[in-house]
């Protein structure tokens, strides 16, 4: 029969293990518990711990932004004639990688297709992304002279951005 | 030694093999294959070396093509379509993109902070910016 016997004393802390043999006592001198625990409490003391704690959470947050919301979506390619926009006034995007997203003055966008919120706008000068827990190349969804959206080529799916927001740009 | 000087060597060995030592991208870009009129390239590459002991594995559409080493880069050619760009420390990142035929398409990899590990980001980035980017970067592909 197997027996377990742990004890901790002020002095010691012990573990003996007995299995019906003279089996020899493993002792943990009191003494490395003690400096262990005195090293711990003067670190947890120490001055800057709070603020190195909270910085490591910030940090930590600041990795943990939510997944954006998406829905899949009918996408119909345009063949026809590229329009191309070019914003008259910066706008920027909240809701999205934290901070929000810049579309930029004097940026151009090409209509290179439609879904079912209005016309897909895709940069032409640059790369467009979204990034919440993870990233997603993203085109500009734009009903008449709103943002209405995202489309997400990657994912094949559509991303609502509310509210809606006023988009200044003039068609070349 | 003690342990202090342990803990730091061991660190640097560490942090020294996740760099890559492959040839530059302007050594190498002679001896790249011309990209087929029927493909494009998705180009990974990663420009810091914060976190450099973390090499996760990156996945393309759950397909291993490589690793993203501090200062490194690698490209991998496919037809066009959707993708997904992905790697997993702590937690699973990852980067959904489209691909055109004759286009190329850079991400950008980097080490955040974790709570235990690292954790991967990725982003896109302009095509100009990625050419530049790559410049000094060695070719930790297959």
């Known amino acids: ?172 | 030694m003690n342990l202090t000087r342990r803990l730091l060597l061991t660190l640097c060995v560490v942090a020294i093999a996740g760099c890559a030592s492959g040839p530059k991208f302007s050594e190498m870009q002679s001896k790249m294959p011309t990209l087929k009129a029927s493909e494009g390239r998705i180009y990974v590459y990663r420009d810091s070396a914060f976190g450099a002991a973390m090499v996760p594995a990156v996945l393309v559409n759950g397909q291993e093509a490589g690793r993203s080493m501090a200062n490194s880069f690698f490209y991998i050619d496919r037809p066009p379509g959707e993708y997904k760009v992905s790697a997993t420390t702590e937690v699973e990142r990852s980067v959904s993109l489209v691909l055109a035929a004759g286009e190329s398409k850079f991400v950008k990899s980097s080490i955040g902070f974790g709570l235990f590990a690292g954790r991967p980001n990725f982003e896109l980035v302009n095509e100009a910016a990625g050419r530049a980017a790559l410049q000094s970067l060695s070719y930790s592909g297959k």
């Open chain 1, 1 to 172: 029969m197997q027996s377990i016997n742990l004890y901790d004393s002020s002095d010691t802390l012990a573990a003996s293990v007995a299995d019906g043999c003279d089996a020899q006592p493993l002792v943990i001198a009191a003494s490395k518990k003690t400096q262990l625990n005195q090293i711990l409490e003067r670190f947890m003391r120490h001055p800057f711990i709070e603020v190195v704690a909270i910085v490591w959470v910030g940090l930590l947050c600041a990795g943990c932004a939510p997944e954006i919301g998406r829905t899949a979506i009918p996408y119909v390619q345009n063949n026809g004639t590229k329009e191309v926009i070019q914003l008259t006034q910066s706008t920027t995007v909240p809701n999205y990688s934290g901070a929000g997203t810049t579309l930029f003055i004097g940026t151009r966008w090409d209509h290179v297709g439609e879904v079912a919120h209005g016309k897909v706008y895709r940069s032409k000068d640059s790369v467009f992304f979204l990034r919440g827990a993870n990233t997603h190349e993203a085109y500009l969804v734009v009903k008449g002279k709103k943002l209405v959206g995202f489309y997400l080529p990657g994912d094949k799916a559509w991303s609502v951005l509310e509210p809606s927001l006023d988009i200044e740009f003039g068609v070349n």
